[in-house]
């Protein structure tokens, strides 16, 4: 998902720089080799974000039969799994649930009759939901629950037909990962545990149903839809969702799902997504996923995109008209390799999925659209964790977190499983040279394919097959200073953006005389470069040079997200009254929370911002997801503005603590998260 020491000192977070500059390998692809069987870790995996119990029994495959209803806002009907019995003494089958209705759970007998079986529903958990417990003496070898889902599932949104790009039919879409996909199937609701599965879903005749399956691009709408995953997943990949949708090709194994009047813009927009899976191929090994097509979902969407297989989900945001964003696209198609096929054994190991995606995305985004663009992308998000750590907890700034580091693992630190996972990555490939870093990765890829593995593995494996094989060029101690300790370690990579050179230079000479750049310069910068021209600005500017900055950039009312996110903010914490009206109907618009949330921190900040900004998320709640209200409330019930107003910097060198042309290349921000995420956990 899309998608962000013990400080060893600022200092030295400011000389590590940023890297993602290899280039492409040539060599064609090969058939992967076979998966081989991943040694055991000594101890069992303790997931505890789930109450499901893998050691004793696992789900093999999950068979689904629903009905979707626009109205109730509900999906109801059977869940089927077949069961793999680890522990012959085990007497029950424990599943995740959060807010579902259990209406009855029945075991297929030896005649394939089906009997009822005892079970009981704990207590909510604020986090985890509720435990269900199911009586199963005999151990059989397929259980059912038939069940119903709650109008305000954490993992579902359902959208009025006003709320959607055509405004003639409702929309609905799943969001399953952290811990969601327990709101809408009763699942061992843990990475641990894959699963392949098929579903029968009764819709509306007018709602065209897609999941994270075998979807049929020239599939007819019918109210009545069957999906089949051969390949096992783990619970967070499950995903659903239906409406106005219709299908664009890209190539013979790639297309757009979208609302009618975005298909052909979207596929437009994503229009070398074919190119990405083939460098994708060559570097890492085949795409085991058959097809991969994307579908562009409404603004609520809380994500830049997830990488749920054979169907990303993505954002309208990063639809630009001049593919300056597609890295959202190379960030989930790279999870196809780095997430999907070889997955993190609990959250707590999220750096394994989104540390390992970045990195591929990068070196996707410079086979494609070269070194400075690459470079660029992770100058950005340098500045994302070097904002972050100055003040997020030392304990969320190491890759592996330990256990009871967060209390729900949506509150993991975006910028550290993504920015700092990739950062290690790219210290790797430094150390050991692209071609040798290359062939482990790939094997590493072939090793654990479709397993779920925790970090310990991965450094074993890493050990054994680039250390080892290697001898003198790393210690262990090195690579686990970089997993277990906060703060980025002295030593890691630098890189320069020559881009960024010119972009600093012209703010520097703005800020001095107030002249700005000539058009020559400007009318070639990319998103990258406006990004960064505007989060290199003081921390506030005077309503005179904002106004000046607006009459010649037009930033106020951009529909470009990533400037959004940067531009009302400054404008927020300058007191440009001028942006409000445009800040309104972009929260009210856009319910992505990475785009969304600096400006709601910036407003609640001072007691004027804070009343605004209640006004604005009471009209826009309708619109957004339940992870994006949860964000939202949080960040508003938590606002302490009368402690942390103050007067707007009248000059606009006040309150500088913000870098100089001098310090281009070591700044960040992910341009897309995570996906993750991804922003928090964007990703997914």
Known sequence: ??????????????????????????ETAQPAAPATAAAPAAAAITDEFSYAQPDKVR?????????????????????????????????????DTRALTIDKVEAEGAGGAWAPLQFALAPEDKTLGSKLTIQTPQRPAKVRVTYKTSPEASGLQWLEASMTAGKQHPFMFSQSQQIHARSWVPLQDTPQVRFTYTA??????????LMSADNDPKAVRDGDYSFKMPQKIPSYLLAIAAGDLVFEPISQRAGVWAEPDMASRAAEEFSDTEKMIQTAEKLYGPYRWDRYDILVLPPSFPYGGMENPRLTFATPTVVTGDKSLVSLVAHELAHSWSGNLVTFATPNDAWLNEGFTSYVENRLIEALYGQERAAQETVIGRNELKAEYKTIDPKLQVLSLKPGAVADPDEASSSTVYTKGAWLLQFLEQRFGRADFDAFLRGYFDHYAFQSIPTTEFLKYAKANLLDKHPGKLTMQELEQWVYEPGIPP????????????????????????????????????????????????????????????????????????????WYPLTVRSGYAEARPAIAEFLQRIGRRKLIM????????????????KDVFAKARPGYHPITT????????????????????????????????????????????????AEPAETN
């Open 1 to 26: 998902m899309r998608h962000p020491i013990l400080m060893l000192s600022l200092a030295a977070i400011l000389a590590a720089g940023c890297n993602r500059d290899p280039a492409p390998a040539t």
């Open 59 to 95: 789900i093999a495959d999950l068979a689904l039969d629903l009905a979707l209803d626009f109205a109730a806002k509900q999906l109801s009907g059977t869940a089927t799994y077949t069961l793999e019995w680890k522990d012959q003494s085990a007497t029950e089958l424990v599943l």
């Open 200 to 209: 029968h879903v009764t819709a509306p005749a007018e709602a065209m149903v």
């Open 491 to 566: 030593g890691a990579p630098q890189v320069q953006s020559r881009g960024f050179s010119v972009v600093d230079a012209a703010r520097v000479a703005w800020l001095g005389s107030a002249q700005l750049p000539a058009p020559a310069v400007t009318s070639a910068w990319s998103t990258q470069e406006w990004v960064h021209f505007i989060e290199s600005m003081p921390e506030t500017l005077t309503p005179e040079q904002l106004k000046q900055l607006d009459d010649a950039y037009k930033f106020t009312g951009t529909p470009n997200g990533e400037i959004a996110q940067r």
């Open 598 to 613: 600096p400006t709601y921190e910036a407003l609640v900040k001072t007691d004027d911002g804070l009343a605004f900004a």
């Open 630 to 677: 949860a964000s939202v409330e949080a960040t508003i019930a938590q606002a302490k503005p009368a402690a942390a107003s103050a007067t707007p910097a009248s000059d606009a060198a006040a309150a500088e603590d913000k870098p100089t042309a001098d310090d281009a290349e070591k700044n960040a921000t992910h341009t897309d998260g995570t996906s993750g995420t």
